[in-house]
């Protein structure tokens, strides 16, 4: 769906509800559920649009760092993207060290606060492929 869909529903959404006196804009617009999917090591963060923007058409922002590292890291083929998920496999090789990602939204020239993952550890959280 095209990104002008997502504004025009944050637009509405925006009016309809008014969402300024219930909760702002750029907490409307952060994304819901963001969680790592692990198989044999393969390492995926997903997440759903935030409640203003119930499209794919949101432009997206991910950022990872090792757990006790100060500074985020940008993964830059997941800078400014339309999915609703990354492969963080090669930032997150170390199976035994804990990670975190974050992801934000840009919708309509507003952008989201950061949405980040609990404590994600590869080598507790894998699944073993088929």
């Not at 963001?34 to 923007?53: D, E």
């Not at 760092?65 to 170390?94: A, P």
Request: hydrophobic residues 30%.
């Amino acid at each position: 769906m095209a990104p002008e869909h997502c504004s025009l529903g944050f637009l509405i959404s925006f009016l309809l509800t008014g969402v300024v006196g219930t909760q702002s804009a750029h907490e409307s617009l952060m994304p819901q559920r963001v969680h790592f999917r692990s198989r044999n090591f393969h390492n995926i963060l997903h997440w759903q649009p935030g409640k203003a923007c119930s499209s794919n058409g949101s432009i997206y922002f991910v950022q990872y760092k090792m757990y006790g590292q100060r500074q985020w890291k940008n993964k830059e083929d997941c800078w400014g993207i339309l999915e609703s998920f990354c492969d963080l496999t090669n930032e997150t090789s170390d199976i035994q060290e804990p990670y975190y990602g974050r992801v934000r939204t840009i919708s309509a020239g507003i952008h989201s606060g950061w949405t980040m993952t609990q404590r994600f550890t590869p080598w507790w959280e894998r699944t073993k492929g088929i």
